[in-house]
């Protein structure tokens, strides 16, 4: 059976609330868009997505997809997997269009998106960001996978000690009281880096 242009789905909320009745949207839902909610999910994995086309249900985020499901036809997936992008290991890494950067190695990930990291106080000519993109295009940056959610290709940024203690510092530049207290005060190691292509 070949696969339909658009899906019936039953649209609803997912959040965690204790008493909540949220409102169910019916929609015709392209294919393609249902199946990257999918690939955030589960990689390009064909026989999951063929389970979860069968099963009818998918929570993504804090969305639920509910919809008829059926057997999907292997061949025409594969085709329609093939028009998504994937990893590209000798991708380089282009500063000029990271988009997010998560510091990790504390007990808590700080993500910052470029809008926030970017935004400088008055009469200051740098911003955290780009003295963040500046440790990146001195360092060495590792392509780790293509990620379906973030629509980015990842890579990883491990810090030395002395660039990471230099970020800490620069965290006073940034415009968000909480955002700037999580930089100086966390412990990271390294930092992972969305590009988008």
Not at 5 to 28: M, N
Not at 88 to 94: I, K, L, M, T, V
Not at 139 to 161: F, Q
Request: charged share 30%.
């Amino acid at each position: 059976m070949s696969l339909p242009a658009t899906v019936r789905v039953k649209l609803s909320s997912e959040a965690a609330e204790s008493i909540s009745i949220s409102r169910v949207v019916i929609q015709d839902l392209p294919l393609r868009d249902l199946i990257e909610h999918m690939l955030g999910v589960t990689g390009k994995d064909e026989e999951r997505i063929r389970e979860l086309l069968l099963r009818g249900a998918l929570v993504s985020g804090a969305s639920r997809f509910r919809w008829t499901g059926w057997e999907a036809d292997l061949a025409a997936l594969r085709e329609l997997l093939d028009t998504f992008p994937g990893d590209e290991p000798a991708r380089p890494f282009a500063v000029e269009r990271c988009v997010r950067a998560v510091l990790r190695g504390g007990r808590q990930a700080i993500d910052i998106p470029r809008e926030a990291g970017a935004r400088k106080p008055l009469l200051r000519k740098s911003s955290f960001w780009d003295r963040l993109m500046e440790t990146a295009a001195a360092g060495e940056t590792r392509y780790l996978h293509y990620s379906y959610k973030d629509r980015a290709d990842c890579y990883r940024l491990d810090l030395a000690v002395g660039a990471a203690e230099k970020l800490r510092a620069a965290g006073g530049i940034v415009r968000y009281t909480t955002l700037r207290d999580h930089i100086r005060s966390a412990d990271f190691a390294w930092a992972e880096l969305y590009v988008e292509r």
